[in-house]
């Protein structure tokens, strides 16, 4: 028969493993904590899962330049990569500059993107609303010191651009506006035919060819309203503009819009003297019926979505009266335009310089 003390020794025995087995998960516990903090994550296995832009810092040492990775999601250690570099002369020709880079991948694969030319690109280039291809071309000649003849050359050839069929060849209209990232080994095909896959794929979205059908008209006049709308008009006024211009061309009258006269002419003037309305081009509504050839510029989308969707009503004429805030008036009275016309007057005599 079992005394109390014989009971009290059994149960500090048995409890003995219990005590023990906890003070070893603590240890191990402890033991994860302090390797996880001393060793670095795991590599990133790959494939990428998606792209993100990273700007390197003239100047930027290794840890700098792959803490921006880690904090980028491109690779998963800034100790990996430096104890990459210890062994990698390559690191030490990483170069200054934005580069768009695969995320989710080894820091082996992340160096060999920082060396190829390929993923380096030129930081931000922003193409505006309603800017004409000869614009465009300039602006690209400046950002990527090719010179503008080379990329004429490619437009006078325009068969790889990759244009819709109903582009008819012309690239105007097609240089959409968008902020790019082009690699800075790009050609000026390759960089033309970026921006025309952005419009064709921005188009797409727009169902610009399902609205011009719907209008009764082909993609090629719709593109072209829509370029005159974003010379002509402040955003707001989009809908209205575009209702004037169908509403115009259903009458018939002449369009008589100074935006295409001075496309015609290659100026930008906002005022056109009476030689110039006269002078005969392609462009000039002011002499021709129904719509110019082709587009003036390269519309934003929500030119196009106007044009697409043109607000209701019978406006047959309008005109800003002042330029400082845009305000427009819209009006079917030739009467009462003639009025407004006297307003826009005014606020160019008492604004000189102005217009």
């Not at 040492?61 to 990698?88: F, P």
């Not at 244009?163 to 960089?191: H, K, R």
């Not at 009764?216 to 010379?231: D, F, V």
Request: proline share 6%; hydrophobic share 40%; aromatic share 6%.
């Amino acid at each position: 028969m079992s005394t109390e003390e014989d009971s009290n020794i059994v149960a500090k025995r048995s409890k003995a493993p219990i005590v023990v087995v906890l003070l070893c998960a603590v240890l191990l516990l402890v033991s994860f904590v302090i390797v996880r903090k001393i060793l670095p994550p795991a590599d990133f296995p790959g494939p990428a899962t998606g792209t993100t832009k990273v700007k390197i810092q003239k100047g930027d040492s290794l840890a700098v330049i792959a803490n921006t990775l880690k904090t980028s999601g491109v690779i998963s250690s800034v100790d990996r990569l430096v104890s990459l570099c210890t062994n990698d002369s390559r690191c030490s020709q990483i170069q200054s500059g934005s580069y768009k880079l695969d995320t989710g991948i080894p820091v082996k694969l992340a160096l060999s993107e920082l060396m190829d030319p390929s993923f380096k690109v030129y930081d931000g280039l922003l193409i505006r609303e309603g800017l004409r291809s000869s614009e465009v071309i300039a602006l690209l000649s400046d950002k990527t010191g090719i010179p503008a003849g080379d990329f004429r050359r490619v437009i006078k050839h325009p068969n790889e651009l990759g244009l819709p069929n109903w582009a008819e060849g012309d690239v105007e209209g097609f240089l959409f506006p968008a902020t790019y990232d082009i690699a800075t080994d790009s050609t000026p095909l390759q960089i033309l035919q970026q921006l025309v896959g952005t419009a064709n794929r921005e188009y797409k979205t727009a169902k610009l060819i399902q609205h011009a059908q719907a209008l009764q008209i082909t993609p090629r006049q719709l593109l072209t309203i829509a370029s005159i709308t974003q010379a002509e008009a402040h955003p707001r006024d989009f809908k209205k503009v575009a209702r004037v211009i169908l509403n115009r061309l259903a009458a018939p009258m002449r369009l008589q819009m100074d935006s295409t006269v001075a496309y015609g002419l290659n100026r930008k003037q906002v005022i056109l003297s009476t030689a110039d309305l006269a002078t005969d081009t392609p462009y000039n509504t002011y002499i021709h019926d129904g719509l110019p050839p082709g587009a003036i510029n390269s519309p934003g989308i929500a030119a196009v979505e106007a044009a697409s969707a043109p607000a209701s009503g019978n406006w047959l004429y309008f005109i800003t009266v002042d330029l400082d805030t845009q305000e427009t008036k819209f009006t079917d009275s030739y009467s009462q335009f003639m009025q407004y016309k006297d307003d826009f007057l005014s606020f160019c005599s008492s604004h000189p310089g102005s217009c």
